[in-house]
């Protein structure tokens, strides 16, 4: 097998196997916090609902195109094809959308109360997560409906032109303009979105800066605000995160829409910084969110504790 071959493979694997351990195990912690507790605040429940799209990701995407490198080709017949391309497509679109969900919710969250609209707002932050959880899902749904259309498995000889070509299915345009029309499409609800986590962002960096100021003469007091403050921080760490892999990911897009036909290395590299998001941003979770580890850290003394007791005595 070739060396490049080897090296791509191995990038994948790793990549996919770290972002379905990371996704699982917020999942997993989420999962044990909704049973102790009974009840998931809203930035808890957009987290979560973030991991499940970045798992879906990974496992309609990476693993696909793991499997593919590695030479297990024809893995897809026409209606798999459209069937993962599909999930993929909303799985990708539910990501970026979530984390412009989770900015603009803790934004309002942090915002000092000035005027009963936003009051109103703030109190029914709960009641609102759901109903854009379904929003979205609808809305991402019906954006990406053109993708099973143009999904097909691979056939024989050299793809044609407009075409993307994902080694494990292609997505065939046709023509010019429905590649390019459904690259505006997709590309306008991503900059509508990255705006709106980007606008959210730098209204809490400045709330951030303010708290700082006031923390230092009132820090007992503002314990509580200081939890939500920590929060905050977390979720512009996210959206950083995002917004890196977003830049590079679209710089490919762009260059994609531009040629006919797209180099299979061009491809690759879309697909492999499209999907770091997804491998990076639960481990971001686990670092920077105080109840996730504290689960996480829960079960693996339990398991030691159990481990332990389950050994037999040699003695």
């Known amino acids: 097998m070739d060396l490049c071959i080897i090296i791509k493979g191995v990038s994948f694997l790793l990549q996919t196997?770290?972002?379905?351990?990371?996704?699982?195990s917020v999942l997993?912690?989420?999962a044990h916090i909704a049973y102790s507790e009974s009840y998931l605040q809203p930035v808890d429940r957009i987290l979560a609902h973030l991991a499940f799209s970045n798992l879906l990701q990974m496992l309609t995407r990476g693993v696909p195109q793991t499997m593919f490198i590695f030479g297990l080709h024809n893995l897809l017949d026409d209606p798999g094809c459209k069937m993962v391309i599909y999930a993929y497509r909303i799985s990708r679109a539910l990501s970026i959308c979530l984390t412009g969900m989770l900015s603009f919710f803790q934004a309002v969250t942090i915002a000092p109360s000035a005027g009963p609209y936003l009051t109103k707002l703030k109190s029914r932050l709960s009641q609102l997560v759901v109903p854009t959880f379904i929003g979205l899902w609808l809305l991402n749904m019906i954006i990406c409906i053109t993708s099973p259309l143009f999904s097909t498995a691979p056939r024989n000889g050299?793809?044609?032109?407009?075409?993307?070509?994902?080694?494990?299915?292609?997505?065939?345009?046709?023509?010019?303009l429905s590649y390019l029309v459904n690259g505006a499409v997709f590309s306008t609800r991503d900059f509508a979105f990255v705006a709106v986590m980007l606008a959210s962002s730098g209204y809490?960096?400045?709330?951030?800066?303010?708290?700082?100021?006031?923390?230092?003469?009132?820090?007992?007091?503002?314990?509580?605000t200081s939890m939500e403050m920590r929060a905050a921080k977390s979720v512009?760490?996210?959206?950083?995160?995002?917004t890196v892999f977003f830049g590079i990911d679209n710089v490919i897009w762009i260059y994609m829409l531009t040629v006919a036909q797209v180099p299979g290395v061009v491809a690759d590299l879309r697909v492999f910084f499209t999907s770091c998001y997804a491998t990076?941003?639960?481990?971001?979770?686990i670092s920077t969110h105080k109840k996730i580890k504290e689960r996480m850290v829960c079960a693996a003394g339990e398991q030691a504790s159990e481990d332990s007791t389950e050994k037999p005595n040699t003695k």
């Open 28 to 30: 997993m912690a989420y």
């Open 204 to 224: 809490i960096l400045i709330l951030l800066h303010k708290h700082s100021k006031q923390v230092r003469s009132i820090r007992r007091a503002q314990q509580g």
């Open 158 to 176: 050299t793809a044609p032109a407009f075409t993307l070509n994902l080694g494990f299915c292609h997505v065939n345009f046709h023509t010019s």
């Open 236 to 242: 512009v760490m996210l959206v950083v995160l995002y």
């Open 280 to 285: 990076f941003s639960p481990f971001l979770m």
């Open 17 to 24: 196997g770290l972002g379905v351990l990371g996704n699982v």
